[in-house]
């Protein structure tokens, strides 16, 4: 089947920089989006990738390797309001089927 | 403002009830979604669906069935509920040439 791959938790400081994971299979595979959870919400869109490279919006910037079938997101300049759970989640089957990671939940120190 | 809507926040349902869940978008959207979401376990697809009428499984269907009558409405079926469905139901959409998938804000189903 398909499955994705990403720590369940990361910690960090305020004002750091912090990377997450993501590794996928590549049987059908379309492209790899980030998406942000914070407790009693609804995940919401952070960024997506389909080519090779690092794609930057603000703060947050994401990569992809397809050769490598891996990706992360990278988050600069944390904030308090940074602390959430992350999803990768990889597009299949010409872009009609979305597999979602188990989420990596974002701790951030003061 | 794109919307996503399910019509039930919480709900709490018997053991061995039919249970239905419903999702409508306004965002004209061919994909339509349904995952449940357990923690630790991250958000796992139900059923999703290209087109009216059309649906195909996903990870964990077993239990589950669905319905796309119309275009902006994608229906989530528990033929008998159980306990171990006991879940925070998400839906979601995303058009088919786009990237960003939209949620709704999530059934949280108990079934006693």
Known sequence: GQSLEQPSEVTAVEGAIVQINCTYQTSGFY???????????????????ALDGLEETGRFSSFLSRSDSYGYLLLQELQMKDSASYFCAARYSSASKIIFGSGTRLSIRP | DVKVTQSSRYLVKRTGEKVFLECVQDMDHENMFWYRQDPGLGLRLIYFSYDVKMKEKG??????????????RFSLILESASTNQTSMYLCASIGGSNTEAFFGQGTRLTVV
Do not use: M
């Open chain 2, 59 to 72: 990870d964990i269907p077993e239990g589950y069935s669905v319905s796309r009558e119309k275009k902006e």
């Open chain 1, 31 to 49: 492209g790899l989006s980030w998406y942000q959870q914070h407790d009693g919400g609804a995940p919401t869109f952070l960024s997506y990738n």
